[in-house]
């Protein structure tokens, strides 16, 4: 099974990235290393194998992509306040906010090294990916502070902070490969559409699933006030409601979370939701099968975050 192969090539790779160094950078950046999906590399490496590319040239830029990944995780839980990634203590929890800004931006420094022998093209749409996620979690923070957001400021923010890294993983395997510039569009746009899809899964998980299941906190996001999909839709459809809710619960975390995932089922918007994921991952589906080359590693993989739990 490739997938699995390569993915114990990443995990191999990943912790063997900062071995040695000062014990207090060296054990938080290790800590962080350890679990995840790894969905974004192995986009990577299967496009590239998919278009008849070479494994060893796609191993260094598929690592980092992930470990900007992994930087950009660690700063996404200091902003709010997880205390849970992967099921186990969040850099900034066991240690503290100052250690996790150094091992995040130590990660960051680690996933440019990757990149020294790629060539420019490479290292520029990195670069521009890079300023694309910062863009994106600063609209994340600041939609916190509006009482609406239309769903194309939704959107916006989360083709820059998800959808973008996704797209450039695709986009880089095939790129690498030598793939005809038809097909490069082709996965970048498909790349796009999962990470569209992707974080809208988040959004609804972060009503539906649990803690254990999940691996990571989940009342932050009602915590924070996030414009997710689901709260967006709410507004749009029964505006007020949500408000009604917030100020009726009067700071109780455990009743907020009940009485928003009872709002949201009842109204709705949770099947809603879930029909509109049906319909992304239809237009994924059919836009990989105009793509003349053997996909069905990258499939395989397309299918397991359509099915994903957590």
Request: proline share 2%; net charge negative.
């Amino acid at each position: 099974m490739l997938i699995k192969k390569y993915k114990k090539i990443i995990d191999d790779k990943l912790i063997k990235s900062y071995s040695d160094g000062p014990k207090l950078l060296k054990d938080p950046i290790n800590h962080v290393l350890y679990g995840g999906k790894r969905i974004r590399p192995l986009l990577c490496m299967l496009v590239n194998e998919a278009c008849g590319g070479k494994l060893e040239d796609s191993v260094d830029v598929a690592i980092s992509i992930e470990l900007l990944h992994i930087s950009s995780l660690v700063d996404d839980d200091i902003m709010d306040g997880d205390n849970l990634r992967h099921g186990v203590e969040t850099i900034h929890e066991k240690w503290d906010n100052s250690i996790a800004i150094l091992a995040a931006n130590a990660i960051l420094s680690l996933s440019l090294k990757k990149l020294n022998s790629s060539s420019n093209l490479v290292k520029e749409k990195f670069n521009n990916a890079l300023i694309a996620v910062c863009e994106g979690q600063a609209l994340d923070v600041e939609y916190e502070n509006l009482n609406t957001i239309s769903t194309k400021q939704y959107f916006k923010m989360v083709n820059l902070k998800t959808s973008y890294m996704l797209g450039l993983s695709m986009e880089m395997g095939s790129l690498i490969a030598n793939a005809d510039i038809d097909t490069v569009n082709k996965f970048r746009q498909i790349g796009l559409l999962i990470g569209k899809v992707f974080q809208i899964q988040d959004d609804l998980l972060e009503i539906t699933s649990d803690v254990n299941t999940m691996g990571k906190s989940l009342s932050s996001d009602i915590l924070l006030n996030k414009k997710t999909y689901l709260m967006i839709q709410s507004d749009i459809k029964h505006p007020g409601v949500l408000d009604d809710i917030y100020k009726s619960c009067d700071g109780d975390v455990d009743l907020l979370k009940k009485q928003i995932k009872k709002f949201l089922i009842d109204s709705g918007i949770i099947n809603e939701t879930k029909k509109y994921i049906e319909c992304v991952f239809d237009d994924i589906y059919s836009i990989i099968s105009s793509i003349p080359t053997s996909n069905d590693n990258v499939i395989e993989l397309i299918d397991f975050i359509k099915n994903r739990k957590k």
